[in-house]
């Protein structure tokens, strides 16, 4: 098979939710369907759950197992599928967000009950951001829930999207019967059971007086909807999907692998294959021949002893070969790799080569940071990771000076990992370290003492965002960082902040320097 060929087979994609929408569930159904797992349950394991958000120590340990699954790849019908983890848990939710940046296309869970949730509007935020393709998996219809069209109307307006139900189902919760698929025009009947695969009836005309045979009454309801769905959504259509402008929707039950196949079925025809990446210099192309890929997450040891790390890249063009020279554009050095990783299910290998849309993990003993690229040679900085402002800000201060050494060179790899941010005052030079969960300044605590043998404590500091800015008026950024001098601080790349302490100071600068862009987020 030629790179062209192996390129347009595979599909690279993150399926995001809610944490408890049923994401680790269907994740799971997927790799049953591919044979790449042949129990349920294998890989629950990944899960942090939601009991131990005290117990970080117990967050690390599932993290570190999490490394195994972090990237599942299998094939299936002749397509190699990789499927990116994302954790649920919304103290690493920067995490998910780096991880967004090496996917194609995103499958987006939502718990009919529930709605759309808080962390689903961040995620999709990432995803309306970048354009990503987006199916929507509409979960748990065997239970009581929102009605189909009140949560398609909810999805649109919470999420600023545009739907397109592919399939619609026959009532819901105990009544729930099954499916009505849109897209291959069958009717997709629901019996309870955790393993099986429903059967499918093709039903091209729902109007045939067969129906009412099969469903019973419920055939008038949803001739009705059927029409009513055909009526308000537009057509779909592929394109409009591939431009991010149209979103599928599917309904089903991730639980009793209802509705799994069908989903996995119309993903792996529409979903796009590896798609160009932007470079600040230039776009690439996949079908390139020279090898590209950055470095969208690192992974730490949980082993105090080998404090090395995996760093995990995503091929964006070319072939990526085993015991090859490529070229580390940032700090301009040569490094070759003999022992690359490829994550198949629930194991990892050692590959010889990887073709872009593939992940592989790389050995690393500190030279990376996310964001890195790898070329042959050429030099270019692949952009786009975000950056969002923090939550949660405090003071770290040196508890040992002794360690002074330790503890600047642990916070750098920390931050290297993404773990959290930091900012330094430009007016003291006193650094603050900025998180999404209060979880993270107990992690940092902990690795900088048992890793890098480093003592910090925390001193509280009362801020409400990071704000990243710029302005093309130099005059109004120079008066701006004049006046409000002991506000100003540099994050990890040398970028200017404003640590704003209310949104009342924020509102104020903006309004006094209508020339200065204020962003809550950043970019790499
Ligand atoms: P997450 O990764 O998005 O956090 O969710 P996960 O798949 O772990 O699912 C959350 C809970 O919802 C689990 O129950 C799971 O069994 C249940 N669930 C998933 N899909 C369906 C579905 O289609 N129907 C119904 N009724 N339930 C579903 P749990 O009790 O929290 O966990 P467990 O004890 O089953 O592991």
Redesign the pocket.
Known sequence: MDLRDEINRRRTFA?I????????????KLLLFGGAIRVA?AV?SN?IK?TATSDFMEIERQRGISVATSVMGFEYNGVKINILDTP?HKDFAEDTYRTLTAVDSVIL?V?TAKGVEEQTRKLMEVCRMRNTPVIVFV?????EGIDPFDLCDEIEKELNINVRPLSWPINQGAKFKGVYNIYESSLNLFTPNQQEITETINFKDVTNPELDKIIGTDAIKLREDLSLVNGIYPEFSVEKYLAAEISPVFF?????N?GVQELLNCFIEIAPSPLPVKAIEREVNPYEEKFTGFVFKIHANMDPNHRDRIAFVKICSGIFQRNTNYHHVKIGKNFKFSTPTAFMADKKSIIDEAFPGDIVGIHDTGNFRIGDTLTEGEKIHFTGIPSFSPELFQYVVNADPMKTKQLTKGLDQLMDEGVAQLFTFDYNGRKVIGTVGALQFEVIQYRLLHEYGASCNYEGISLYKACWFSSKNKEQIDDFKKRKYQYIAKDKHGKDVFLADSPYILQNAQDNYPEINFQFKTEM
Not at 17 to 28: C, I, N, R, V, Y
Not at 139 to 143: L, Q
Request: glycine share 12%; no cysteine.
């Open positions: 399926i939710s809610h944490p408890d929408a049923g994401k680790t569930t269907l994740t799971e349950g629950k899960k939601k649920g869970v718990d979960n748990k219809m065997d239970r089903g039950s991730a639980l009793n209802f």
